[in-house]
């Protein structure tokens, strides 16, 4: 493995160019900043193609839909901390997927919009919710500078393909105090140090940036925001648990063997959730194992929640 590797493309954290391989994973490579340690996939479909991909994509309105029951406290919760600095007033999701959080901001007295480059979810918030979705991104939504109080951009940032100029958008399209909250995966976190390149919940063929606290702060506070909040969210029921300590540990032929996966097959969601469901010591792994309250109270969480303010 080569010791660094020079790109074109500068660290949208830090602006520096100089970048160490950092693990390959999911398919894909990833190399980390030697100045500031952003990790980023450093081969990355083309931009235009992934336009082309979210567009087309299906597979995250249905999960959004099996999850919306769930994320309408999630929303709530974040609303409420947004609340703490700014009055209800135009709110935008940017990446609302099919516009959970349009239902609770417009509950709580919001003026409430969404982007979304999914068909199929802007479909879906709009025939089922009602609420107003338009398909696209801020750079093509033609919106006025200063015209909203508050974005939310909720495990978004981290499937662009430049998060500085999607931050400066931001920056733009808020009014003077207006509020930003993002929320990512944490790669910061305990479960990312203690699973490395098998950090599931982080690290996907769709994440193309693994940001840790250190490093979004330093881009949210370079693109001129001033920083109100961080804090981290773990969550003890994680079904991906199990699947990732032995990836880590290469104990997942042993898992395969567990769960009845027969000889030179490889084991597939449905039957991983069904041993889950029958195997009461995977079940307790999953479910029980994860010091969730600890992790969360001690800053180490797999979910990294950041409130940002534009200057008045």
């Not at 991104?137 to 500085?164: C, F, I, N, Q, Y």
């Not at 950090?199 to 881009?219: A, K, M, N, P, V």
């Not at 699947?243 to 490889?266: I, N, T, Y």
């Amino acid at each position: 493995m080569s010791v660094a590797t020079t790109t074109t493309e500068p660290c949208p954290v830090c602006t520096g160019s100089t970048f160490a391989p950092a693990y390959a994973a999911v398919g894909h490579t990833f190399e980390r900043c030697r100045d500031c340690g952003l990790v980023r996939m450093a081969d990355a479909p083309a931009p235009n193609g992934l336009a082309d991909f979210y567009a087309a994509d299906r597979a995250s309105a249905t999960t959004a839909e099996q999850d919306h029951a769930a994320n309408l406290a999630r929303f709530a919760t974040i609303l409420a901390a947004i609340e703490r600095i700014r009055r209800p007033g135009r709110f935008l999701d940017v990446g609302c997927s099919i516009g959970t959080s349009l239902l609770v901001a417009q509950q709580r007295g919001w003026q409430a919009m969404g982007l979304e480059p999914a068909a199929a979810a802007v479909a879906h918030a709009r025939q089922q919710f009602g609420v107003d979705v338009r398909q696209g991104t801020l750079a093509t939504a033609g919106l006025a500078k200063g015209s909203v109080d508050a974005v939310l951009m909720h495990h978004t940032l981290e499937h662009v393909p430049a998060p500085d100029r999607v931050l400066a958008e931001v920056f733009d399209v808020l009014a003077p105090g207006g509020v930003m909250y993002q929320s990512l995966p944490n790669h910061g976190s305990w479960k990312s140090r203690l699973l490395r390149e098998h950090f599931g919940y982080g690290i996907t063929d769709e994440h193309l940036w693994h940001f840790s606290t250190r490093t979004l702060r330093r881009l949210v506070e370079r693109t001129g925001f001033r920083v109100q909040s961080v804090a981290t969210w773990s969550y003890r029921q994680d079904p991906r648990l199990l699947w990732d300590l032995c990836g880590r540990f290469g104990k997942r032929a042993w898992l395969e063997r567990k769960a009845g996966v027969p000889a030179g097959q490889s084991m597939d969601v449905a039957t991983y959730i069904a041993f889950l469901g029958r195997a009461k010591w995977a079940h307790f792994v999953c479910n029980r194992l994860w010091p969730q309250r600890l992790c969360r109270w001690l800053g180490g969480g797999e979910d990294l929640h950041l409130i940002a303010q534009k200057p008045a």
